[in-house]
């Protein structure tokens, strides 16, 4: 951790600071529920035209411009995983880090110490029904997001399907348990849960992975990401529709619609098991959303698997997240 802190921290600020033009007239951490935003401070506008955005695998591709300890991105998990069962034959969704939180040498839009963030984190969890502990902002802050960020450039190195489950892992760690994934032991340990060789991932992420991450803030300026969620839906012609913030998942159906108007949604197996296979751990919104039942018997369902024995609860003071058991599949 010692070599990321010091050299590589320095090199990945220089990134961002060479990308963005600072105005601090808001603050990333100050997500806004309604409009369902982490805005970064004003940036220069730059034109969007770049080749990274065509389809080429599929038909749409999907830049998905996120962090880890960006709240709303977290929010949106449901509408995200649902998209994935139902386009994911016609997506090809590359994730992106932008660079939330740099440092605390900043004081803007009311937010000038970590404690600042911890109520209105609890406020967001209750506006997106998904499980945030703000209490890690009093107990073990995060000095940056950028430690987490460039852990996930080293993760997708190793296998890209695999640093998504890691990506979840740190979040979980992050707004569930209050653990600062800053720290490389909580590193380390999300590594391991999501299959990954965490002595090669430390490797990366004190070399290959820092350059990589100064590749994803580099595109966020040619695109002009102002904040998270952002994602960016092309087909091979290059017709590019931005969706921007939390939105419901009517609007990425629609865009796909827009861009691809041949998709069709794909079906795909409702029953808990399946959904558990496939996700490995699931919020009560979460499995309201993917098993199409109402948000009540979501938790009770998952309440009496919890009590049989087929499930994991991990609680927090806003909410809880359930993973299967392990030899538990039926």
């Keep these: 951790m010692a070599q990321y802190t010091s050299e590589a921290h320095d090199t990945a600020q220089h990134a961002i600071d060479s990308t963005t033009v600072n105005t601090n ?11 369902g935003i982490c805005e970064l401070p004003m940036q220069q506008t730059v034109t969007n035209n770049t080749n990274a955005l065509v389809a080429v695998e599929k038909p749409i591709k999907v ?32 994730y992106r880090m932008g660079g939330l939180l740099p440092d605390w040498s900043y004081n803007s839009g009311g937010i000038s110490k970590p404690s600042d963030v911890a109520h209105h984190w609890d406020e967001v969890s209750g506006y997106y029904d998904m499980p945030i502990d703000g209490d890690v902002w009093l107990e073990d802050p995060l000095h940056s997001s950028y430690p987490p960020s460039v852990a996930f450039k080293a993760a997708q190195l190793q296998d890209k399907e695999k640093a998504i489950a890691f990506l979840r892992e740190m979040r979980t760690m992050l707004f569930l348990q209050k653990k600062n994934i800053t720290r490389w032991e909580h ?12 002595i090669q991932l430390k490797e990366d992420y004190e070399g290959k992975a820092v350059e990589l991450f100064q590749e994803d803030l580099a595109l966020a300026k040619k695109l002009a990401v102002r904040g998270f969620p952002s994602m960016f839906f092309t087909d091979a012609a290059g017709r590019t ?22 998709a069709s949604k794909r079906t795909y197996s409702k029953s808990w098991n399946d959904l558990f296979v496939k996700f490995q751990s699931l919020t009560a919104k979460e499995f309201a959303e993917l098993g199409d039942v109402s948000r009540a018997a979501s938790e009770a369902m998952l309440e009496e698997l919890t009590a049989k024995g087929m499930l994991q609860k991990i609680e927090s003071k806003n909410g809880s997240l359930w993973k299967m058991k392990v030899g538990k599949k039926q």
Excluded at 25 to 35: A, Q, R, Y
Excluded at 63 to 86: N, V
Excluded at 241 to 262: C, F, I, Q
Aim: some cysteine.
């Design 25 to 35: 007239s808001s603050n990333p951490l100050l997500c806004n529920p309604e409009t």
């Design 63 to 94: 830049i998905y411009y996120t962090d880890p300890i960006c709240s709303t991105c977290w929010g949106i998990e449901p509408q995200l995983r649902k998209l994935k069962l139902e386009y994911g034959d016609i997506l090809a969704i590359e």
């Design 187 to 198: 590193l380390a340990a999300a590594a391991v849960t999501a299959g990954l060789n965490s």
């Design 241 to 262: 529709e931005l969706v921007y913030g939390s939105k419901p998942y009517a609007v990425y159906a629609n865009t796909v619609a827009k861009l691809y108007p041949e």
